[in-house]
């Protein structure tokens, strides 16, 4: 029986070497639709961010929430999205009392700590409909304070 060369063994030992990166990586790498959904999710965080701070404004400016998102002012630079970037309905909103007040939205996915930002924790959603309980606060007032 003849034994295998070397160059043969070192050509095999690449070969599975490559076959076990090329299988990693696609396990470990978005689809192109997988890091789409998430990159909507980011978005549709960043709208109720920003829908938080122009309802802290206004409950700051009218001592008050509103009844409803379509109350808030498009002046100050609080224009926040209202709708969600892909579908094109609206968040939810609900008043739950004098200075508190909920956030909802639909996600496609999980949160990913790898996308973690200073702040983001508070926004930590699983994939479906998900809402955020908010109190509202002066938003010129520091963090921590």
Not at 62 to 77: C, K, M, N, Q, Y
Request: glycine residues 6%; charged residues 25%; proline residues 6%.
């Amino acid at each position: 029986m003849k034994r295998p060369s070397a160059n043969l063994i070192v050509v095999l030992c690449v070969s599975a070497a490559v076959l076990a990166a090329v299988i990693v990586g696609a396990v470990l790498l978005d689809s192109p639709a997988q890091a789409r959904l998430r990159r909507l999710d980011e978005r549709r965080v960043e709208h109720l961010r920003e829908l938080a701070y122009a309802i802290d404004a206004y409950w700051t400016a009218e001592d008050r929430l509103p009844s409803s998102l379509a109350e808030l002012p498009d002046e100050r630079g609080y224009l926040a999205e209202l709708v969600d970037p892909e579908t094109g309905g609206s968040y939810n909103y609900r008043v739950l009392g004098e200075d508190s007040y909920e956030l909802c939205a639909v996600f496609a996915s999980e949160t990913s700590e790898q996308f973690e930002t200073p702040f983001q924790d508070a926004w930590f959603h699983g994939p479906g409909r998900q809402c955020f309980e908010l109190e509202a606060q002066d938003p010129e007032r520091p963090i921590g304070r």
